[in-house]
């Protein structure tokens, strides 16, 4: 499944957004956690110092007690334990006031008053981790999601101007055909890339249609030029053919050329009129009557039927009228004619729909589907065997073309359906 270049760039902001948010937000939390007893550490040190500096050497061991009730922060008490150094610790004390327990960051330090051991302690009231943590984690989030909104917009609004040339590009070569007169007018921008590519595909596409159109001017001239000697070729057997001192050895031999020249007549006729129609020498549209056109090819059709035993039906809508040049309707009414009477079998059927939006040959033949990959494309034959020269079906698609028709070919029902949409 394909995507859009700015959805799938958009996909990995937002992967990257949501794996700093999830990195950032405890990282932040344990920084600044950090931080704050850090502060809370000096102050109480600090606290600590002014006592040891303007208390201690005031204080009398009397004044301990009313120091202790007047200071809720500040404790002064016996050093029964020994103390030596400095400790720092977290405790919590109830609140009577808001009725609950409050964190509490204390500093015990031994201090000597009046040469005797007691142990200085100062406390700070802490914000709760857990609010703390909350407060973060709501803070980021807001953050992250005002970040990941603001990208998304910028983002889509600056793609959306920045790649327009680029999809305008895209927009031309995806409606340019070799075969067609008219290029792609790849316009200038002012991005370097895009121009660069733009240029890129001018000299492409201009390169490709000279190559095309000399390839094509070729295969015109030639069949063209071939259409003389062949004639020339095919009077001169068919005069030997009717020679009295010809022997039967050699009546087979020129029977045979005679054969393969009238192939070879019909390939060169099939090109030049595939080279007229992508020349758009037929272009002129005419108001054609397809029941007409079918009904006057289908005895001669029958005929060739007759010879596999093959039965014609038809369901035709009376008066279906195409906007179409007569002569290329009626090369692909006899091109539809031939391909379901050469590839069908003995004692098969073919079945000709018509209707004013489309044109159906139904026909029996192999109990397979053909394969469709190249089944249009020039020289392209469904039987190796054939006599024909591959270029019917191709001679079909391209009249379809030129006429904005459609061409579609269905197995169905043991049937080889090939339908010409208006």
Not at 98 to 111: A, G, H, T
Not at 323 to 342: D, P, Q, R
Request: glycine fraction near 2%; include cysteine.
């Amino acid at each position: 499944m394909t995507k859009k270049l700015l959805h799938k760039t958009l996909r990995y902001y937002l992967i990257f957004s949501l794996i700093v948010m999830l990195l950032a937000v405890p990282l932040f939390f344990f920084i600044s956690q950090w931080l704050y007893f850090h502060e809370a550490d000096e102050a109480l040190a600090v606290q600590k110092e002014e006592f040891v500096k303007f208390y201690v050497p005031q204080i009398k061991e009397n004044e301990i007690a009313v120091f202790n009730k007047l200071n809720s922060d500040l404790h002064i008490e016996e050093n029964k334990v020994g103390m030596t150094r400095d400790t720092i610790y977290d405790r919590n004390f109830y609140n009577h006031m808001d009725k609950e327990n409050e964190p509490f960051r204390i500093l015990k330090s031994p201090v000597v008053i009046n040469q005797k051991p007691y142990i200085f302690s100062v406390r700070a009231n802490l914000v709760d981790d857990k609010e703390l943590a909350f407060i973060i984690l709501g803070v980021f989030t807001i953050i992250i999601l005002i970040l990941l909104i603001g990208l998304f917009i910028i983002t889509g609004r600056l793609s959306v101007t920045l790649w327009k040339p680029f999809y305008r590009t895209l927009e031309q070569i995806e409606q340019f055909e070799i075969d067609k007169n008219s290029n792609p007018e790849l316009v200038p921008n002012d991005i370097e890339e895009f121009n660069r590519l733009n240029t890129a595909l001018n000299k492409l596409i201009e390169r490709n249609s000279l190559i095309y159109k000399s390839q094509r001017e070729f295969i015109e001239n030639a069949a063209h030029e071939l259409q003389t000697p062949i004639a020339i070729f095919k009077g001169k057997l068919e005069t030997l053919l009717q020679h009295p001192d010809v022997t039967k050895e050699q009546f087979e031999i020129l029977d045979n050329l005679n054969d393969t020249t009238n192939r070879l007549s019909r390939l060169n006729k099939n090109l030049l009129l595939l080279s007229k129609i992508e020349s758009k020498l037929y272009n002129i549209p005419e108001d054609v009557i397809l029941n007409d056109v079918i009904a006057n090819q289908m005895d001669f059709f029958k005929e060739q039927a007759m010879a596999k035993n093959i039965q014609i039906d038809t369901k035709m809508e009376e008066n279906c009228i195409v906007k179409a040049n007569l002569f290329l309707s009626e090369i692909m009414v006899k091109n539809l004619f031939l391909n379901a009477i050469n590839h069908n079998v003995r004692n098969g059927n073919i079945t000709i729909s018509l209707d004013k939006t489309s044109l159906i040959f139904s026909n029996t033949g192999e109990l397979k589907s053909l394969e469709t990959d190249k089944l249009f494309e020039r020289f392209s034959k469904v039987n190796p065997s054939s006599k024909g020269n591959g270029l019917g079906l191709s001679i079909i698609k391209k009249i379809a073309e030129n006429n904005s028709w459609e061409v579609h070919y269905k197995f169905r029902n043991n049937l080889h359906v090939f339908e010409i949409v208006f």
